[in-house]
């Protein structure tokens, strides 16, 4: 049976279509919003971050990739990515991300288990950090904090930047 559809109708129908796109917002990278919460993880904000950053009582984890990370980040902060950008935290990138970090970050394996490490990426679209933020809770830490907000919102504050 063959569907005829009048142009009317297709008018309409395409009115529609347009009319979901433009209500849907568009997610920056394409990726969705990042959880809201982490099994684990304290969420903090830039003030605490700040705080951390001045007193050095963290252990502050830039987890975007190296050209982010060239481009300005927290001042103190160590570099390690994560094993993909992808928007999922299932057990396989945890489990992989948990292995990059072990191997290729810098100081983070020596950090006494009950020091506060921060992570942070890009912001509600970037799934580095509570990616890292989670595989580190797995490693063993115990006070794992996110800055889920990211450098997008530490930028726009215009706080420190080296």
Do not use: H
Request: one cysteine or more; charged letters at 15%.
């Amino acid at each position: 049976m063959m569907l005829q559809v009048g142009m009317k109708q297709w008018m309409g129908m395409m009115a529609l279509v347009v009319a979901l796109m433009v209500s849907v917002p568009a997610q920056a990278g394409g990726n969705p919003e990042v959880p809201a919460a982490v099994d684990g993880v304290t969420i903090v904000d830039s003030e605490q971050v700040m705080a951390a950053m001045e007193s050095g009582s963290a252990f502050l984890l830039d987890c975007r990739k190296a050209s982010g990370f060239s481009g300005g980040t927290v001042p103190g902060s160590v570099n390690c990515q994560v094993a993909t950008g992808d928007a999922t935290l299932d057990d396989a990138d945890v489990a992989a991300t948990m292995e990059k970090l072990k191997a290729e970050c810098a100081g983070l394996m020596d950090q006494p288990k009950d020091k506060a490490i921060i992570t942070f990426c890009n912001g509600l679209t970037c799934w580095r950090s509570p990616k890292a933020a989670l595989a580190l809770t797995k490693l063993g830490f115990s006070n794992v904090q996110w800055y889920r907000l990211g450098m997008n919102d530490w930028k726009a504050q215009s706080l420190p930047i080296e």
